[in-house]
């Protein structure tokens, strides 16, 4: 580790918030998607923090898994995006939003 | 620290143009390099085997999907104009929610007294933190059963997918349509019917 | 065991459950179902004369009891002289007025009706007499009251008739409240419910609270009975039936009070401001009675107040203490009362229901029975001698004054004394002269028909009065006014005693009531009555100068037209007793029901439900309005849970 574990959780924090907000401020879905990535990617960052500030590769296996889950969820959200919007012209989130009310 | 303190830029550079970026494919490209800075900090922690596995699969894999995905929304429509072209109203409680967020994650990150890391050598053989052996060995003696559950959970995706997204049944026949009329009878009127 | 009690207590209800069950079916059978019921329950009455003077150690009369819910809730029938004298007249003269409606009311459409309330009041009236507990008397009280209400009201498509049943009802309600905080006070005190327990522990009571008790049960007997102020009821009761204002308001219910005083003796003897204070309500009505009915022109109305005068008699009596007097004046006034009530429903019924005596006249020629029922029964109430009201009258006029009350008997003197004008006047004008039918109302000084008095123009429903009059047969109707007459002359003689001395009336009531004591320096009875004598030749002497000589005869008409006109205000408004309460109760009473009509209503009770229904909408819209149906925001929620989640798990921590 080239710098103390909480400047890893720091950057992991702020990575986490990044995606939070481009989840909530974009309107394009598959932007949220990447956002959403990016939030798997800084929990990814902790959990190996944590692996080697332990010296336990649970943390590994861990993040392994991480990324396994997150390469189905990612391709299932795609199937999902293509479905919704195949027909419009412009893919906007806020479009879907028959269960108003 | 300086290097960290380098790849840390990176990362949250990237990732701000991830969300930032006006059109997807620089989205997608920001958050390639996001991928190639994390890897790199994973080989700072004594992650190589991990490093490896996110260039092969997320930035190798998944964010071909997401070009795929691109591609496929974007044919023979108008370009891609979804993103805000001005600052949407939600942005402010999205980002006064993050800092805050971020804030005391970080604060209490930084009040938590951490145990000194381990000190470990910097070889692949099997008893070295962070090397393939270990970490196979970690996976297949320890965590089988998650393993083997993660190959159905893709093969779920996988099953998911190709029904939400796939085929819309046989293509229409081209065969020409066998004539079923009776062969006319001499003699006899065939009155219409 | 005594199963007659039963039968008279609750037969007249099985009459009035099946004639109300099966009315429309009996039709016409009605009546003497009903007329037979009450016979059964006179006959059996009679019989039990024997066990009601029965005196058993300190036990007078019998007992029958019914149930008892608690040792101290012992509800039973009382069989006691009191009793058994309220039974008989309520079940004979009852009795005879069934038989005189199944007449007077032939061929009205709600024939069994009539006989079904008729029957249930007799039923009431009994359960009040009958019950040897104050709960049972509160609840023939009650159910009395409903059955005026139900009868005065019978003719129910005539708003003036629901309107005086109405206001029957609301005075009795006032009343009622009087005599149930007497009763709540008694039972808190005394802790029993029966006659007995009660009068064997009145020394529970301090003079004051015996004085707060009398008082309060007076306030019933006095609404119950038309004492003055409670008395306005009565003279707008006449809208009912005939019969009706025979029995009830004549000679049974009214009584009522009477019965409570009597029933109530040795209250009444321990508290002496008690007794001051019935006897001067008793006089006090009993002269405005005389004074009202000396105006009224309506025969029935007449009726009235002299019934209010002469009950106003019998309150002075026993509230004064002397019981037996006011009991035997129940007795003889009940006969006579019914007497001219009958009579006058005859004169009606065969004049096509015509009321005001000034359209009437010269009746003698015409209706020569009933010219010698109404002979006998003026006689009676007048006090002539030999007649019943002789004895009964002046026994009270001498009790009073035995019991030192001059003042009082003054004023139930001069009382007599008007009592022989204004029936000598009602008799003189209806049965004497020309006959007046003819002649248009506005020459004899009848402003309009409807204010000449109650008016039963409309006595049968419209679509009866095709039918002739007399369609049923005559001794219905006159039969029970021939018997009656008997009584009416000769009830009076069981009183009749040496002065004062032991009459059969007086040895009855013995063992119940004390023996009067006269105050010393009483002159003896005698003088009482030859001074009654004298006013009531007196009385019948100015009536007959203003009614009756030759000339008064010829010019009847204008005579007439002229005191109908010139009948000072304050009489002809009955001394603005109806105007006073109309002012200070119905008038504020009628403006705040408007007053919650208009304002409470609308704004406070409607307004709070629509606020309800308002602010449940409200909340709806509130949880809508997250529902936007964008991702974003919902988003945006889960991103600030998980700031919440961050600042309590790190911040406060889980177990650190």
């Not at chain 3, 020394?203 to 004085?211: D, M, S, W, Y």
């Not at chain 3, 008793?282 to 007449?302: F, H, M, N, S, Y």
Request: charged letters at 10%; a neutral charge; proline letters at 5%.
């Amino acid at each position: 580790m080239i710098a103390p574990v909480e400047a890893y959780v720091t950057l992991s924090a702020i990575l986490f918030f990044i995606g939070i907000v481009g989840v909530i401020a974009r309107r394009n879905p598959l932007i949220q998607l990447m956002s959403i990535e990016l939030l798997f990617n800084s929990a990814n960052l902790a959990l190996i923090t944590f692996a080697r500030s332990w010296g336990n590769n649970a943390g590994h296996i861990f993040a392994f898994l991480v990324i396994t889950v997150a390469a189905a969820e990612a391709a299932i959200g795609l199937a999902i995006v293509v479905i919704v919007f195949r027909k419009t012209a412009f893919v906007d989130v806020d479009e879907v939003s028959t269960l108003k009310g | 620290m300086i290097g960290f303190v380098l790849l840390a830029l990176a990362l949250v550079a990237s990732a701000l143009f991830v969300v930032t970026a006006s059109k997807p494919v620089y989205s997608v490209v920001g958050l390639l390099a996001n991928f190639i800075a994390l890897a790199i900090t994973y080989l700072t922690l004594h992650a190589e085997f991990l490093a490896v596995i996110q260039i092969v699969v997320y930035s190798g894999a998944i964010l071909i999907l997401f070009v795929f995905v691109i591609a496929l929304l974007s044919s023979g429509v108008k370009p891609f104009a979804a993103g805000p072209d001005r600052a949407p109203r939600i942005l402010g409680p999205a980002l006064v929610c993050a800092a805050v967020g971020a804030a005391v994650v970080v604060v209490a990150a930084l009040l938590t007294p951490f145990a000194p890391e381990a000190i470990y050598g910097l070889t692949g053989q099997a008893d070295v933190f962070g090397s393939v052996a270990d970490f196979g060995n970690a996976l297949f003696h320890h965590n089988l059963l998650p393993f083997e559950v993660t190959a159905f959970v893709l093969m779920v995706a996988i099953i998911g997918v190709v029904l939400l997204a796939g085929d819309d049944g046989p293509p229409p026949s081209r065969r020409p349509k066998r004539n079923r009329e009776p062969i006319a009878k001499p003699g006899r009127e065939r009155i219409a019917r | 065991m005594h199963p007659l009690l039963l039968l008279i207590w609750l037969g007249p209800l099985a009459g009035a459950v099946v004639l109300w069950a099966f009315g429309p079916q009996l039709r016409s059978l009605a009546g003497p179902i009903g007329s037979a019921l009450v016979g059964v329950s006179f006959m059996a009455a009679l019989s039990e004369w024997g066990s009601a003077t029965l005196v058993d150690g300190s036990l007078e009369g019998v007992r029958q009891p019914l149930f008892a819910w608690l040792p101290q809730l012992a509800f039973g029938l009382q069989w006691d002289r009191i009793s058994l004298v309220w039974t008989l007249i309520i079940t004979g003269v009852g009795f005879l007025i069934h038989v005189y409606s199944i007449g007077y009311l032939a061929g009205d459409r709600a024939f069994a009706r009539f006989f079904a309330y008729l029957n249930f009041f007799v039923f009431a009236m009994l359960t009040l007499v009958l019950s040897d507990n104050v709960v049972g008397l509160l609840v023939g009280w009650g159910l009395v009251g409903l059955a005026s209400y139900l009868l005065i009201g019978y003719y129910i498509d005539r708003p003036s008739a629901v309107a005086a049943s109405r206001k029957a009802f609301v005075i009795n309600v006032v009343g009622d409240v009087g005599i149930l905080y007497a009763v709540f006070v008694i039972v808190a005190k005394i802790g029993a419910i029966g006659y007995g327990d009660i009068f064997a522990k009145l020394t529970a009571f301090t003079p004051g609270e015996l004085f707060i008790v009398c008082l309060a049960l007076f306030v019933g007997a006095a609404a119950k009975s038309a004492q003055v102020p409670l008395h306005t009821w009565l003279p707008d009761a006449m809208e009912g039936p005939t019969p009706v204002s025979a029995l009830i308001h004549a000679a049974t219910m009214v009584t009522a009070g009477v019965y409570l005083i009597a029933r109530f003796a040795p209250l009444w003897s321990a508290s002496a401001d008690a007794r001051m204070l019935a006897g001067s309500i008793g006089a006090l009505t009993a002269i405005t009675g005389a004074i009202l009915g000396c105006v009224q022109w309506d025969i029935k109305r007449i009726l009235a107040y002299s019934t209010m005068s002469q009950i106003g008699y019998m309150i002075m009596a026993a509230g004064v203490g002397a019981y037996s007097a006011g009991i035997l004046h129940f007795l003889t006034h009940a006969c006579f009362k019914a007497l001219l009530f009958l009579t006058a429903g005859i004169i009606i019924h065969n004049l096509g229901d015509e009321q005001d005596v000034r359209k009437m006249g010269g009746l003698r020629k015409q209706m020569p029975f009933a010219f010698a029922a109404m002979l006998v029964g003026v006689c009676a109430i007048c006090g002539v001698p030999g007649f019943s009201g002789f004895f009964s009258k002046d026994d009270v006029l001498s009790a009073t004054l035995a019991h030192g009350h001059p003042v009082m008997w003054f004023v139930g003197v001069v009382t007599a004394g008007l009592t022989a004008y204004y029936m000598g006047r009602m008799f003189l004008v209806t049965f004497f002269g020309a006959y007046r039918g003819n002649i248009d109302p506005s020459e004899l000084g009848m402003r309009h028909p409807e204010l000449a008095g109650t008016s039963q123009t409309a006595g049968r429903h419209p679509e009866e009065e095709e039918h002739a009059p007399a369609h049923a047969p005559a001794w219905l109707m006159s039969g029970p006014v021939a018997i009656l007459m008997v009584p009416a002359v000769f009830i009076g003689w069981i009183a009749f005693g040496p002065n004062g001395g032991a009459s059969a009336w007086t040895q009855f009531f013995a063992p119940v009531f004390p023996a009067d004591v006269p105050v010393p320096g009483t002159p003896p009875d005698w003088v009482t009555s030859a001074i009654v004598l004298v006013l009531i030749v007196a009385g019948f002497g100015v009536a007959f100068l203003r009614y009756g000589n030759p000339r008064a005869l010829l010019d009847a008409v204008p005579r007439l037209r002229i005191e109908a006109v010139r009948t000072p205000a304050i009489l002809a408004n009955a001394f603005y007793f109806d105007t006073a309460i109309d002012a200070l109760f119905v008038k504020p009473a009628q403006a705040v029901g408007r007053w919650f009509g208009s304002v409470v209503d609308p704004r406070v009770i409607d307004a709070g439900v629509r606020e309800a229904s308002i602010s449940a909408n409200w909340l709806g819209h509130l949880f809508r309005s997250f529902e936007t149906g964008l991702v974003r925001a919902y988003a945006l929620t889960i991103a600030f849970g998980v700031a919440c989640f961050a600042i309590y798990y790190v911040v406060i921590g889980v177990g650190r």
